[in-house]
């Protein structure tokens, strides 16, 4: 899934993930909601190209609604990896190629912070194992250790504590992202909201969480649908259009339907591009990746 050139430089492929499902237990002391959630990466990637060199760390990203510098979650990685390696004059240019749409819950951000975590700990010659690359990781962002591990995984905690799992073994998605961006922290923040009002604190108290076997569904959509009801519709589409099955993937905006065969999955792509609400948003196929990507 890379390759270093002549030149030392890095060029990797992150991919996205789909929340197949995601079960909200309660609010923590520390603010976050306490998750279970069950992810699997998919075969839509961002190109994340690494130069080491010089002493600072520059992020350059090729669209505009994604920042560069260090508001952007790479920076953020680049910089706690340095911190916890303790050498402080490491320095990079890391590039994003973005195709991974930005504000869609398919934790584009996240990938990239992950691959560039296993780059830099290879041009840097860190020698860290991946157990403290997961640990940096963790403290970047709560779905960043999944990307160092994967293809899929039941993740627990913040998101943070993953356990791989089996992936998928066939299956196509239809990923339909209207255009409306959703901050994960705003809609975070509507459910904190309510789950404040309704008293679910987590105590964690009865043992460890489990999801059934194919358990699907997204506590989530409960606090967006209601807010941006186009989504809820575009899942009604992607039924029509024959998904087994069509959810939102994290805290949105990015509804996706899963089928049996490519062909499926293409025709409804087709249809739902050219309906009224459809021909508005960007649609993506992809199929659920076997193999974790960065080793
Ligand atoms: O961990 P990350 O930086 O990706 O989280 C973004 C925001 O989403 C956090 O600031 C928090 O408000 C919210 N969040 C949460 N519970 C989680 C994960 C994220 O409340 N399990």
Redo the contacts with the bound molecule.
């Keep these: 899934m890379s390759g270093k050139d002549v030149s030392g430089h890095v060029v990797l492929k992150t991919p996205a993930k789909l929340n197949l499902c995601l079960r909200i237990l309660g609010?923590?002391a520390d603010?976050?909601?306490?998750?279970i959630t069950w992810m699997q990466q998919i075969s839509l990637y961002d190109e994340v190209r690494i130069e080491p060199g010089g002493k600072r760390i520059l992020v350059y990203a090729d669209r505009d609604d994604v920042p560069g510098g260090r508001e952007n979650?790479v920076h953020r990685a680049a910089r706690a990896l340095r911190e916890a390696s303790g050498r402080k004059g490491l320095g990079a240019r890391i590039y994003l190629k973005k195709n991974i749409p930005a504000g869609g819950g398919l934790g584009g951000g996240?990938g990239n912070a992950a691959g560039a975590l296993w780059a830099l700990n290879r041009v840097w010659s860190l020698g860290m194992r991946k157990a403290e690359l997961c640990d940096v990781a963790a403290r970047?962002?709560?779905?960043?250790p999944f990307f160092l591990r994967g293809p899929a995984a039941v993740c627990r905690?913040?998101?943070?504590r993953v356990e791989a799992k089996e992936a998928l073994k066939s299956g196509w998605f239809l990923l339909v992202k209207p255009p409306v961006a959703l901050s994960?922290?705003e809609?975070?923040?509507w459910?904190?909201q309510k789950l404040g009002r309704e008293g679910q604190d987590y105590e964690g108290k009865n043992g460890p969480a489990r999801l059934g076997r194919y358990e699907y569904g997204n506590d989530l959509e409960e606090i967006v649908f209601p807010r941006f009801p186009e989504l809820e519709s575009l899942c009604g589409m992607l039924v029509r259009h024959g998904a087994a099955r069509a959810m939102m993937s994290g805290?949105g905006s990015t509804v996706f339907g899963i089928f049996r065969r490519k062909g499926e999955a293409e025709r409804a792509a087709i249809r739902i591009r050219k309906s009224e609400k459809g021909k508005k948003c960007e649609c993506f196929l992809a199929a659920p990746l076997q193999e974790m990507c960065f080793q």
């Design positions: 609010l923590r603010g976050y909601h306490e998750l979650i996240s970047v962002g709560s779905d960043v905690g913040r998101g943070e994960t922290q809609v975070y923040g459910s904190r805290s």
